[in-house]
């Protein structure tokens, strides 16, 4: 006996296209539609309904196959995700880095086999500002449904096996999973929100639903039309009231599913249903629901990843692209493979599919994102500014020449093999950054060490301070520090530090220093005090005016291809203006940490020097900090300097010591 399935109802789509577009507008214009994602609920209890209507209806009629079943879901959603999917990869080889490629190659690898939820809440959570880089963090939701899809049946199937009710299994597990869903709302919302058990609940109120409309429609047609209205109203204000800061799923979840509900359970002849939910357009919009919800948020994630502060213009176009993609997925690829006729062989090949997208997604996480690609390559020399650089200069990357535990398991300490060393460099992740670029422009004359840290981990700052900012940085400060002291080669001791530790900005920062710090005069006494004690070793200080940090800088070095052209055609210079800072505006940014540099020089003019890198970084007649020189990037690693900076700010510095007259011949 062929498998029965329910009459198809127009309205029913048109919730499908309510569903969809609000997802759409929260993921594309997320102040718009706060609450948007909870189109997805409504999806949940459309499925539940759908799906268990299918399932009670074979099961009773002695028709139903699990073979059957999982060949036409197989059918139904493995061809416009492989398709999204192999978009995705093909987008991402030439556009992301090879972290985010990496990554993309993990979520491919579970989001094939439906374990995306699981996946996504090991990592960050759904609101988190790590999910834009996440383009098929979509795919949870269509692991949740997935993961019913396999438990469903089966527990149907036993239960129909040894004659018990569908109606009360399908209450006790919906009770069952709610409870798990309002008590993970409030002591873990992410697995909350990941969870299937506290997610199986909202396909269970379309199953109840299905189960009533089949055998005991009297229970809920007695007021179609209010029951239609009532049903829109909670699921707007599921979408006024839903915010990203609620507790949700939690009870908020009832809105958008008991609001589903009752407006499935209204019938197609209820006046809203008829009206609003079957007209044409809501019904187009339903059909292709799916690939709709698969292409918008990989085009969009996407978008934003490679164009920083995407205009309006861009998602606009990116929304637009979806559903005509959607439209010719549903067209050319839905329709043709659900109506095939080749019952064995299309899920097979599907099944295949997904298979090698599988193993594929695991390589290229395992491979972390393919780094030979051509957009690796062009942002080659941003990253080495940290670890490379200095290919074919032998340097001692190690702390073991001074016996100290704790600068060998925290500190960052280098020398330059070739010579003697005459100057060292002292300080965090800047002095690190720059580092290469003193080593290839110096000479025999004076080659360098270094000692610096991870700010995090109290990097050797040369602030000498017990006050609480500083103190995790005293101990390797001041192990560093003696150690430069006592060496009898070096000369120079040069400062390098981020505004930011200074100033105890922490890492997430736009600007260049605070126009009113209350850290200033600590940090002033304690690298006075640094200072003071390397002078009166008879060496000499340089502090090194940190380099601007232009607003968005995690975005302002990258290429995102490896082609000039593609760049010209996604006008990625104008989308970088974002990025760029006055000269002007730094000034006014960094005028109270300029000022300390300044002050700090002027208490021992002859022993303390400034060296400047603004010069070297920004160009004054355009009154710009600069981001490139001609396709050369200037900055790596957030605010830090890349290679080629590296190269043109240590050139500099070298000149400038090289000019001091540094002989050893010269000290008091």
Request: hydrophobic share 45%; charged share 20%.
């Amino acid at each position: 006996m062929p498998p029965l399935h329910p009459r198809y109802r127009a309205d029913v789509d048109g919730l499908r296209a309510l569903g969809v577009t609000s997802v759409v507008g929260f993921h594309a214009f997320p102040g718009a539609i706060p609450g948007g994602f909870i189109g997805v609920d409504i999806f949940f209890v459309i499925s539940g309904y759908l799906i268990s209507t299918i399932l009670f209806s074979n099961l009773e009629k002695g028709s139903f196959s699990l073979l059957d079943f999982y060949r036409r879901r197989i059918r139904r959603i493995f061809p416009a995700l492989i398709i999204v999917i192999i978009v995705s990869l093909g987008i991402g080889w030439w556009v992301l880095m090879a972290n985010e490629y990496g990554q993309l190659g993990k979520h491919v690898a579970a989001g094939s086999v439906f374990l995306s939820n699981l996946a996504l809440y090991r990592e960050s959570g759904y609101f988190d500002d790590a999910a834009g880089t996440k383009p098929m963090l979509h795919l949870w939701s269509l692991a949740v449904e997935e993961q019913f899809y396999i438990f469903w049946p089966l527990m149907l199937v036993i239960v129909w096996r040894r004659r018990l009710g569908f109606l009360q299994l399908t209450a006790v597990v919906a009770a069952l999973s709610f409870a798990d869903n309002i008590y993970l709302a409030n002591t873990n919302p992410a697995a909350a929100f990941y969870s299937p058990i506290s997610r199986f609940w909202e396909l269970m109120v379309g199953g109840i639903l299905a189960y009533v409309t089949l055998h005991r429609r009297d229970l809920i047609n007695k007021f179609p039309n209010a029951q239609s209205v009532f049903g829109l109203v909670l699921v707007s204000l599921g979408f006024a009231f839903v915010t990203e800061q609620v507790a949700f799923p939690g009870w908020w979840a009832l809105l958008p599913t008991l609001g589903t509900a009752l407006v499935i359970s209204a019938g197609p002849a209820a006046l809203l249903n008829r009206v609003l939910f079957s007209n044409r357009i809501a019904v187009w919009l339903g059909l292709i629901s799916y690939p709709l919800y698969l292409w918008h948020w990989p085009l969009i994630s996407l978008a934003r990843i490679v164009i920083p502060k995407t205009p309006i213009d861009v998602i606009v176009f990116v929304v637009v692209a979806s559903v005509l993609l959607a439209w010719l997925t549903y067209r050319l690829v839905e329709l043709p493979i659900r109506h095939s006729v080749a019952t064995t062989a299309v899920p097979v090949g599907l099944t295949a599919a997904m298979a090698c997208l599988f193993l594929f997604g695991l390589s290229l996480y395992a491979k972390q994102g393919f780094p030979d690609r051509a957009v690796v390559e062009a942002n080659r020399d941003p990253n080495s500014g940290f670890d490379g650089g200095l290919s074919g200069v032998e340097v001692d990357w190690s702390c073991d020449r001074w016996a100290v535990d704790a600068l060998r398991r925290k500190a960052w300490c280098a020398r330059d093999s070739r010579a003697p060393v005459r100057y060292a460099i002292i300080g965090d992740s800047k002095a690190k950054a720059l580092f290469p670029g003193l080593v290839r422009s110096s000479t025999d004359a004076g080659r360098w060490e270094l000692i610096a840290g991870s700010a995090r981990d109290g990097a050797p700052i040369p602030v000498l301070s017990d006050d609480e900012i500083y103190k995790r940085h005293k101990e390797l400060a001041t192990v560093a520090l003696r150690s430069l002291i006592e060496s009898k080669e070096i000369d120079v001791v040069v400062f390098a530090v981020a505004t930011r530790t200074l100033f105890n900005l922490g890492t997430d920062y736009d600007i260049n220093g605070l126009p009113s710090s209350p850290y200033f005069k600590v940090a002033y006494d304690g690298m006075l005090r640094a200072a003071d004690e390397v002078i009166e070793s008879g060496k000499k200080v340089v502090l090194v005016v940190d380099n601007p940090t232009l607003p968005y800088p995690q975005h302002c070095w990258e290429r995102r291809t490896g082609s000039s052209v593609v760049d010209h055609v996604l006008r990625l210079d104008e989308r970088n203006k974002p990025c760029r800072l006055e000269l002007n505006e730094y000034y006014r940014l960094s005028r109270q940490y300029r000022k300390l540099l300044i002050d700090l020089q002027r208490t021992n003019p002859e022993k303390i020097l400034l060296f400047d890198t603004i010069p070297y970084l920004c160009d004054s007649k355009r009154n710009e900090c600069l981001t490139f020189v001609g396709d050369r990037p200037l900055y790596g690693k957030t605010d830090h300097l890349s290679d080629y900076a590296a190269g043109i700010v240590g050139k500099a510095l070298n000149e400038f010591l090289s000019n001091l007259g540094t002989d050893r011949g010269s000290r008091k």
